[in-house]
């Protein structure tokens, strides 16, 4: 594997070989679905229904074009957790656990990889990053696995398919996956707050990122025994992160308290309001059948899916740093100010341009997909499609029930979403560019009038 990456690095800038290690996942995803023992008797599988699950599955999404309760055998969804693995945790996390079991030393190159991948600033303890990231998550999925599935014990008939559907809900759950193997996402469990707020955490721990799990881990590790200091990242990314949970809890709740929820109680469409508010981020769950939410709450929740979880995370869309650093620069440059402080620190301008740059190109995305579907399928409203292309790029699963019904033109479109919005857009940008080009010489600045 180290030959194929060195020559790989030769030709191609890391960003295009991590889209051709996804690629790779995909293909070999379609053909693990495609096989006979991952499907049960009678299913019917089409080709390009395979390569939209192997997409929505190696990208985390959950969108699907069919019911998987009704397709994966009991290999099946045990080869179909694996193959969550790919963009829950990462490509590149996979190599690392090769190379550990190899015991091959992990190169300049691989860690140039890792770094891209988990779109970090630096190479500096990657590694170590990535060994962390693949202990915890193992543990917190079989962990999720044991207690789920003690408690589907009073569900289900017998303990082998209690410990199935508790092992699956884990994976998904810490995975932000989306998939359900119920066939009804989580609606036969809208009244039980212990299913549900479980589902929450390991959401919440899936979209947090990587490296902020990894710091409050340390600040546990060391509380008490010497001086701590987070950094900047995990501040504004935990702030924003859980800001946009109050956010979008007090939008749901107050839009369909009188709506969808008038049959509940006050606390029930409170919780299901912070519920779809954190499963909006990434999770895609639902409590409920969401097409009977408002068109308000509907262009709420795309918001949200647009939005996404946090760098370095399981999710996708433009990431919750970008949309901070994106507030706060309008917010300082309203007030006159020409610089970012915050806790302190001075966010760095390069950051400032990229944060800008994520999002309109991200925008330019979304809204050209729009555009394409509402031409290409012009039976749906333009809020389903909305609401598609956001959970699409999100990388989220939600749907208004479109995703099956959709001709295999918008079914392109909308893996293309998904796999740009699992990459990320820098990978994306990086891809199309090419290797970064450093510039011997510069020319002399010069303002041009703006807005």
């Known amino acids: 594997m180290t030959i194929i990456i060195e020559n790989l690095t030769r030709r191609f800038s890391p960003a295009q070989i991590i889209v051709v290690y996804y690629s790779i996942a995909v293909i070999i995803s379609t053909i693990l679905l495609l096989l006979p023992v991952t499907q049960k008797q009678n299913a019917e599988l089409t080709f390009t229904d395979a390569v939209f699950l192997a997409i929505s599955a190696v990208t985390v999404t959950g969108l699907s074009t069919l019911d998987i309760s009704q397709l994966l055998s009991v290999p099946g969804t045990f080869i179909f957790a694996i193959i969550l693995q790919f963009g829950g945790i990462g490509i590149m996390a996979f190599g690392t656990i090769l190379w550990l079991i190899s015991g091959k030393k992990i190169g300049f190159r691989e860690r140039i990889l890792m770094t891209t991948e988990q779109n970090s600033p630096s190479i500096s303890g990657i590694v170590r990053l990535i060994r962390l990231v693949l202990v915890f998550f193992a543990a917190i999925e079989l962990f999720g696995a044991v207690v789920l599935g003690t408690y589907f014990l009073k569900f289900f008939p017998t303990w082998q398919e209690a410990f199935l559907q508790g092992f699956f809900a884990s994976v998904c759950a810490a995975t932000n996956a989306g998939f359900d193997i119920t066939g009804k996402s989580l609606i036969p469990f809208a009244g ?26 340390e600040w546990f590790r060391y509380r008490g025994k010497k001086p701590f200091r987070f950094s900047l990242f995990t501040k504004i990314t935990t702030i924003t992160f859980f800001l946009l949970i109050v956010i979008g809890t007090i939008f749901i709740f107050m839009l369909e308290y009188n709506h969808s929820y008038k049959d509940e109680s006050w606390y029930q469409s409170l919780f299901h309001s ?22 308000v709450s509907l262009l709420v929740i795309s918001v949200l899916m647009f939005i996404g979880a946090s ?41 400032i341009i990229k944060a ?25 409203s333009l809020m ?13 699963g939600l749907s208004l029930g ?50």
């Open 192 to 217: 039980d707050y212990f299913v549900l707020s479980f589902n929450l955490i390991l959401f919440i721990i899936g979209a947090l990122g990587f490296p902020v799990l990894m710091e409050i881990r």
């Open 274 to 295: 912070l519920f779809y508010s954190v499963s909006s981020r990434t999770g895609g769950m639902a409590v409920h059948d969401i097409t009977q939410f408002s068109t």
């Open 311 to 351: 760098p370095s995370s399981a999710g996708g869309g433009i990431r919750t740093t970008t949309f901070a650093v994106m507030m706060l620069t309008i917010y300082y440059f309203a007030n006159g100010n020409r610089t970012i402080k915050v806790f302190r620190r001075e966010i760095d301008q390069e950051d």
């Open 356 to 380: 800008f740059v994520v999002f309109t190109t991200a925008a330019i995305l979304c809204g050209g997909a729009v555009i394409i579907l509402t031409l290409i399928e012009p039976s749906f």
């Open 384 to 396: 389903e499609i909305l609401f598609e292309v956001s959970s699409a790029f999100g990388t989220v």
């Open 402 to 451: 479109i995703t099956g019904d959709l001709s295999i033109a918008g079914k392109v479109v909308i893996m293309i979403l998904m796999f740009i919005g699992k990459i990320g857009m820098f990978t994306f940008l990086f891809f199309m560019g090419g290797k970064p080009i450093k510039h011997a010489y510069h020319y002399p600045k010069e303002r041009i009038i703006i807005g």
